[in-house]
């Protein structure tokens, strides 16, 4: 292996016709700084959100356990409403048999909202045909790849209080 | 800052494997670009291990295997970025390997004091490659269960032992459940095990030995030759080539997500055209074609036995071109190494336009 | 025959116009850039007396000469064929707006490629001078080139207020300056520009690599670092302009840089957010590996890392287009065309006459009235092939500006274990496009009669139950077209 040249060609001794300036160095450190800095959140950040995500599903959920509908059990059997349950919008149904159900309302698919068809007697979501069985939450058919999350209901005068299971 | 280094280097002696680094020096000609591509595929088995680890926070083998594949891919946060890059590096890998092993038999760096280097090269090839079988299974979707069916006849062709082997690996009669828990044991705690000594010996050679030079720049006198630090020269070169990679690597990934398929349901027919990763097809289609020439056995045995034979040549090729310049072992060798290379990827080809 | 709705297999008509439009991107702003570079290096030059810089420039003169008069020529009729083979309609209405504004482009392209010719072959022929005034001569139409074509790229986006308001009347040409300079003119043009600066930093960069270090290195020192700092200005100005032009798109667009949901349902991102990303870290990265490797590594830079640096710039190229593309959707047109050619205001006609009756492009053959009728045995699970058939045309005029049948947004794969029944829900939310429908912010509303969207959902239910049984699967791509075809 040839050694002979090596001092000739490191690139301290190659011909520098305009010798860098300590403030463009300075500007060149800053600026190879920021891409660097760039690069560790481009990594870091989806790692980060990766590893958070159990912890803020398990803030979400704790957050709101329950809440209640005014005047809700005036609700006609055979029929259903959308309400908020946290930030996230839920199905109350009504069945013909006067058993109450409430469940998750955002397709487990893609997210879209879920709609109750009494006519049918199931939940719907449009987006994609995704079917659910109106009193289990059970996927039945389509794309969605989980069931919707049931709630428990308890039907008090003249209120409804929806809790998580 | 420079305190803290002195603090460090008074313990562990930065400044003389600085020292070491600088005196060191990398060969400078006109094929020096495939220097890169070992230095290349090393970063890529560092993307592997970060992501693979990653992935284990969330993956559980066995039963539940497909199911937190999925909440890996659509649930937990760019879960479905970490599994895509797992999935794309490795394939780079593989890729970046094989252009790592022609470079290196072109310019005949395999010659002595070398033959170990190739020897432990080929050994890292041989596991990266059941690296990328055993993990191809572990989602567990139609295409890792179908793949895996058929891939799986390579080995059950082998001449008497196939049978035995196969049963083994799989662990049943049918790729199910016990054979991912198997492929998992296999992915994440034997084959690393193997790989990062075999490594870090195959690191040391290329340390001991330096850079190969290729037999056109043997030729040259001397005083021709140039040649460049490693440090701070090739290094910094070096890690802008590790750069160009995260981001091809990145750009895959991001633009072109790893997709999962349904969950593998061993009573539904194959998809049309099932076939196994890139990296398998030459042999697959070899072992395929022989198959059809000569029916039955002698067709499996004739396909293996020409693949084992091939293997052999190219393991053995250090013993065989020991000379140090364009002697007529070294033509033949050469013409041996494009045969290899048109073959590979010429079966490659006829592979996937057959399906 | 498939002229004019383009069915090009498993890529997809726009992947064919996406790859001559990234080809043609790469060189066309390296024939701006790079006309400012050539008499900017020779002015430099013959001021300080480098005559070693003039051979290496007439060098580079001779490859940019080629690079952009042949490919960048040919890539940029190449543009013309495939978009006109795969959405008609909307080169039609560029046609229509824009025929001035073409010949203006024409005029200065012919000066352009002249000038090129001529700054090359009189190298040494010439007083230094007068050849010096022929390169900013090239420079100057060169640079016309852009400013006009800018403002007909801009228009697909932003076509602007004023235009809109005439669009269909037929008096469109009486608005051409205000379709021209419209919303998103002025940041385009300026980061275009920095695009073209820094390409011809880094095209030079190829021919610097090219000298010998060891035997010139004054030479290949001084005309690569000269060369690494054409990428400065994008350096510093990049991400001002990037900003004024996010905040000149149509806030709709700007939305699907945040918008949860994908057409591929994955991750928090869209593609086009993921695309735009790309293209941030590719440039930087671009600069790091110049500064690392060019400027401060000048003798040794290598061809292979200089071709390294231009397939980064590759990368960051087709990710740009790819994000513009996609920030575009649902239209092709803002706001007038959608992507799929059907005008937004002929929406109502086409769904009370039907789609196939008034498309000039694709013909029923027997007349659609006739076929639509419902089969004669009234079994609606066993579609008969003539319904197959016009579903395969539905799918061709309105779905395949953007999808395939098995390769890119492959519908076998999208559609995978749907049944007949959600894959008509499917088309259903499609075609009734309410307010809240998820898929408005990316897919055109899906037209045309009852009748015509029951036969879609019967050939997309075929493409979709085709993986999982490999009986049929062979002959499923084509057997719709062999149908087609026995009746043409």
Do not use: E, L, R
């Given at each position: 292996m040839s050694e002979i040249e090596v001092a000739d060609f490191s690139i301290n001794a190659a011909p520098e016709e305009e010798p860098e300036s300590t403030g463009r160095r300075a500007f060149v450190k800053l600026g190879l700084g920021a891409v660097g800095a760039c690069y560790a959140g481009m990594i870091g950040y989806p790692v980060y959100q990766y590893l958070a995500t159990p912890a803020q599903r398990a803030a979400q959920t704790a957050a709101v356990t329950q809440t209640t509908l005014e005047g809700a059990d005036k609700l006609p059997a055979g029929s259903a409403m959308i309400f908020k349950f946290g930030t996230k919008p839920a199905l109350l149904i009504h069945h013909q048999d006067g058993t109450w159900v409430s469940l998750d309302a955002v397709c487990t698919h893609l997210g879209c909202t879920v709609s109750y068809e009494a006519a049918n007697n199931r939940i719907f979501c449009a987006c994609h045909g995704g079917v659910y069985d109106a009193k289990t939450g059970a996927n039945v058919s389509g794309p969605p790849p989980k069931p919707l999350t049931a709630y428990k209901v308890e039907t008090q005068e003249g209120r409804v209080l929806i809790s998580r299971a | 800052m420079s305190a803290i280094y002195r603090w460090v280097d008074e313990r562990l002696g930065l400044d003389e494997i600085l020292a070491f680094a600088k005196h060191k020096t990398v060969p400078e000609h006109r094929?020096?670009?495939?220097?890169y591509w070992g230095g290349i595929s090393l970063f890529f088995f560092l993307v592997q291990v970060f992501s693979g680890v990653l992935l284990l926070v969330y993956y559980r083998p066995g039963a539940d295997a497909y199911e937190t594949v999925r909440q890996i891919t659509y649930d937990i946060k760019f879960g479905w970025l970490i599994r895509s890059a797992h999935s794309w590096s490795a394939n780079l890998m593989v890729l970046a390997i094989f252009a790592h092993m022609f470079s290196v038999y072109f310019m005949k760096a395999y010659r002595k004091p070398r033959e170990f280097g190739w020897w432990s090269g080929l050994a890292l090839l041989g596991l990266t490659m059941v690296f990328g079988f055993s993990g191809y299974l572990l989602p567990m979707d139609d295409l890792a269960y179908f793949a895996t069916k058929v891939g799986l006849e390579l080995p059950a062709a082998m001449p008497l032992v196939g049978p035995l082997i196969t049963n083994i690996v799989r662990g049943g009669p049918e790729v199910g459940e016990v054979t991912i828990q198997r492929f998992f044991a296999l992915h994440v705690v034997v084959l690393p095990l193997l790989y990062i000594p075999l490594l870090g010996f195959h690191l040391w050679l290329v340390q001991r030995h330096g850079n190969a030079l290729p037999p056109s720049e043997e030729l040259k006198p001397l005083a021709k030759r140039r040649s460049v630090p490693f440090f701070p020269d090739f290094f910094s070169k070096d890690l802008g080539m590790w750069l160009i990679a995260l981001n091809a690597l990145s750009a895959l990934a991001a633009l072109y997500p790893w997709q999962l398929g349904p969950a593998a349901d061993p009573l539904v027919s194959a998809p049309a055209g099932i076939h196994p990763e890139w990296y398998f097809m030459s042999q697959f289609q070899l072992l395929k074609v022989f198959g059809r020439w000569f029916p039955g056995a002698t067709g499996e045995f004739l396909g293996i036995g020409i693949f084992t034979l091939g293997i052999l040549v190219w393991a053995l090729i250090p013993v065989f071109d020991t000379e140090t310049r364009f002697g007529k072992r070294a033509r033949i060798a050469t013409w041996i190494g494009f045969a290899a290379l048109v073959g590979l990827i010429g079966t490659t080809i006829w592979g996937y336009w057959e399906i | 025959m498939n002229y004019p709705f383009w069915d090009v297999p498993h890529i997809g008509s726009v992947w064919v116009i996406g790859g001559i439009a990234i080809f043609h991107v790469l060189i066309s702003h390296f024939a701006v850039g790079g006309g400012l570079y050539l008499p900017m290096a020779e002015a430099k030059a013959l001021r300080e007396g480098r005559t070693d810089w003039l051979e290496t420039l007439q060098k580079h003169s001779k490859f940019f000469l080629v690079l952009t008069g042949v490919f960048g020529a040919v890539s940029g009729v190449g543009i013309w064929f495939s978009i006109g083979l795969a959405n008609p309609e909307a080169t039609s209405t560029l046609i229509h707006n824009f025929v001035f504004g073409w010949a203006i482009e024409w005029v200065f392209f012919f000066i352009e490629l002249t000038t090129a010719a001529v700054y090359y072959y009189t190298w040494n022929r010439i007083p230094e001078k007068l050849h010096l005034k022929i390169g900013w001569l090239y420079a100057g139409s060169s640079l016309l080139t852009l400013v006009i074509i800018n403002g007909i790229l801009t228009f697909m986006l932003t076509p602007g207020g004023t235009w809109l308001s005439v669009a269909g009347s037929g008096n469109e040409a009486s608005v051409f300056w205000n379709a021209f300079f419209n919303p998103t003119y002025w940041p385009s043009l300026f980061l275009r520009m920095l695009v073209c600066v820094s390409l011809a930093g880094i095209y030079a960069l190829i021919t610097a690599s090219r000298i010998d270090g060891y035997e010139f290195p004054q030479l290949k020192t001084s005309l690569v670092r000269w060369s690494a700092k054409w990428l400065f200005p994008s350096f510093v100005l990049m991400p001002l302009f990037f900003l004024w032009y996010l905040l000149s798109v149509p806030a709709a667009s700007r939305q699907l840089l945040s918008l949860g949901v994908s057409t591929i349902g994955q991750g928090v991102f869209t593609q086009v957010t993921r695309a735009a990303l790309v293209t941030v870290m590719t440039s930087a990265t671009i600069l790091a590996v110049v500064y690392n490797v060019a400027w401060k590594n000048a003798r040794n830079l290598s061809l292979g890392w200089a071709l390294s640096v231009l397939g980064l710039a590759l990368a960051a190229t087709a990710a740009t287009e790819q994000a513009r593309e996609m920030l575009r959707k649902p239209y092709v047109i803002g706001e007038h065309m959608y992507s799929n050619g059907v005008r937004k205001s002929e929406v109502a006609k086409f769904n009370a006459q039907g789609y196939l009756t008034n498309s000039s492009w694709i013909k029923v053959h027997p007349p659609a009235e006739a076929t639509m009728q419902p089969a004669s045995t009234g079994d609606t699970s066993s579609p008969t092939s003539d319904k197959i058939a016009i579903g395969k045309l539905m799918f061709r005029g309105q779905c395949m500006a953007c999808h395939t049948v098995d390769g890119y947004r492959p519908m076998n794969r999208l559609l995978l274990g749907r049944d007949r029944t959600s894959i008509m829900n499917l088309l259903k939310t499609l075609h009734d496009?309410?307010?809240?429908?998820?898929?408005r912010a990316y897919m055109p509303p899906l037209v045309g009669t009852q009748p015509e969207i029951e036969s879609l959902a019967d050939y997309l239910h075929l493409v979709a139950t085709s993986r999982t049984s490999p009986a049929n699967s062979p002959s499923l791509a084509h057997a719709p077209s062999q149908n087609q075809e026995r009746k043409q």
């Open positions: - | 094929y020096s670009f495939w220097y | 496009y309410k307010d809240d429908s998820p898929y």
